[in-house]
């Protein structure tokens, strides 16, 4: 007879929720070879560039994911302390002259000869997991506990700032607390973390002048348009010129050196510019169903 487990791994694909990934996969490698073409020929002589990067990834992505759904999740938990102790090593080494990569002022990144590999992302997983399987083994979510895995917690966005990067900290932190929270933190627990935590996020915010800029420059961009509100108003002249059909696949204008980030960090506005309202409503509506499922 089969074991649960074994009944588990052969149970048949959510569909519906492969299908939104699939689709937000398939849309993604589009508009990613539409964004970036420009600078892919200015920069490296192939329109493809980024493309062909972004394919192996989704490819590679698939197969990861087709060996995860015929796996019991039972058995990542083996992978959870030495996964995540394994993480803060990683985090360690990014800060390493000569091992980590220093970008735009950033030391974020392992080379790995033609691939770098990010630690940061690698934590939203490893502590996802360490927390899953801490708590899934708490009788109570005792004080104690919740201080323990904030121990945890802490360990990892403190060395997630040193590289700085305060972005993944909030994610993760956010992450983090929704599941303590899930597992049966008090409301009370939580607003008092909450109100503790505000402070900090806006003094890390002010402790440095890029980052002051920036969350400035995010509250009213047209305070200095040619400096830094310059991405967030062309991201937003994208978002709007697009109306509600978009100006076509491959026609975008903000593309051509105008929008900075155009096919990483502000990709969704190309995405708004070409397909317009409506297709990036179905790219919003799209997530929303993976979130539901």
Known sequence: MRTAAARDRLKPIDLPLFLAVLTLMGIGLVM???????????????????FERQSIWAVLGLIGLFFASRLDYHRWRILALPGFGATLILLTMVLVPGIGRNVNGA??????????????????????????????????????????????????????????????????????????????????????????SIPVVFAL???????????????????????????????????????????????SRLKYFYLPEQHTDFIFSIIAEETGFL???VVIMLFLLSFKK
């Open 32 to 50: 990613v070879l539409s964004a970036s073409s420009v600078e892919a020929l200015a920069v490296f002589k192939n329109p493809y560039y980024f």
């Open 107 to 196: 030391r974020r990144w392992i080379g790995l000869g033609p691939l770098t590999l990010q630690p940061s992302e690698v934590l939203k997983f490893a502590l996802i997991l360490l927390f899953a399987y801490t708590l899934s083994r708490s009788r109570s979510l005792s004080p104690r506990t919740i201080l323990v895995h904030l121990g945890f917690l802490g360990v990892s966005l403190g060395l997630v700032m040193l590289q700085p990067d305060l972005g993944t900290s909030i994610a993760v932190g956010v992450t983090a607390v929704a599941m303590l929270y899930a597992a049966g933190m008090r409301p009370l627990h939580l607003v008092l973390l909450g109100a503790a």
């Open 205 to 251: 915010i002010f402790s440095e002048p890029y980052r002051k800029t920036r969350f400035l420059a995010f509250l009213n961009p047209w305070k200095d348009p040619l400096g830094s509100g310059h991405q967030i108003i062309q991201g937003l002249y994208a978002l709007g010129s697009g109306g509600l059909l978009g100006v076509g696949l491959g026609e």
């Open 279 to 281: 297709g990036a409503s």
